[in-house]
């Protein structure tokens, strides 16, 4: 299993996962064209990719995740809330791509992925992150959380490799330009 971080941070996240002729997204969070660029000069290949997860509803999480899922073809993989938030957010249109709820420690087979979604801490709708099995290797994806909880150490803790978004820097948060209230929501637990 490899793994290419597309992009990460607040402008887009969007994670290639491949194994053999198979592969997943872990969201989508720059525009179809953006994704799709990033994804050839990582060297991977579309035809491959099997589906969409997503980890919460925030649009540097799901920018693209509608026009890639219909252009590609394949279902995008969320929780209930999320998936809500998603179907919202699309107004009164058609929604005309696959959408699959994930439910906590349910294990979803894609292709020859097995992956597991698990609670973590963000301040969104019901926010989680991904296990991901194949041909017994083990990754663990998890985004945006404010904070590990012993729950989330648990579910990683079997994990071969781990992707950790980690981009708050208490100093640079403390001087930067943030407004406070952004400032507060980002140092709580729910960050």
């Known amino acids: 299993m490899q793994c290419s971080a597309l992009a990460s941070g607040s402008s887009g996240n969007c994670l290639y996962i491949e194994s053999g002729d198979e592969a997943l997204l872990v969201d989508a969070g720059l525009s179809k064209r953006e994704i799709l660029a ?3 000069d990582a060297g991977g290949a579309e035809g491959k990719i099997q589906a969409i997860l997503v980890t919460h509803e925030h649009i540097d999480h799901t920018r693209g995740a ?3 899922a219909r252009h590609l073809k394949v279902p995008v993989y969320a929780t209930g809330g999320t ?8 107004g009164s249109g058609t929604i005309a791509i696959e959408l699959v709820r994930c439910r906590w420690e349910e294990p979803q087979e894609i292709g020859n ?3 597991v979604a698990f609670p973590v801490s963000h301040d969104a709708r019901e926010p989680c ?3 991901i099995s194949e041909n017994g290797t083990v990754l663990g994806c998890c985004t945006d ?3 590990i909880t012993a729950e989330m ?9 781990l992707v950790l978004e980690s981009n708050h820097c208490p100093e640079m948060l403390r001087t930067g330009p943030y407004p406070e209230v952004l400032k507060r929501r980002i140092r709580s637990r729910r960050g």
């Open 153 to 161: 150490e648990e579910r990683l803790s079997c994990c071969d490799g």
């Open 129 to 131: 992150g991904f296990r």
């Open 145 to 147: 959380t404010g904070v």
């Open 113 to 115: 992925f097995s992956v």
């Open 66 to 68: 509608y026009a890639l």
């Open 38 to 40: 990033r994804l050839r």
């Open 83 to 90: 998936l809500h938030e998603i179907i919202r957010c699309r």
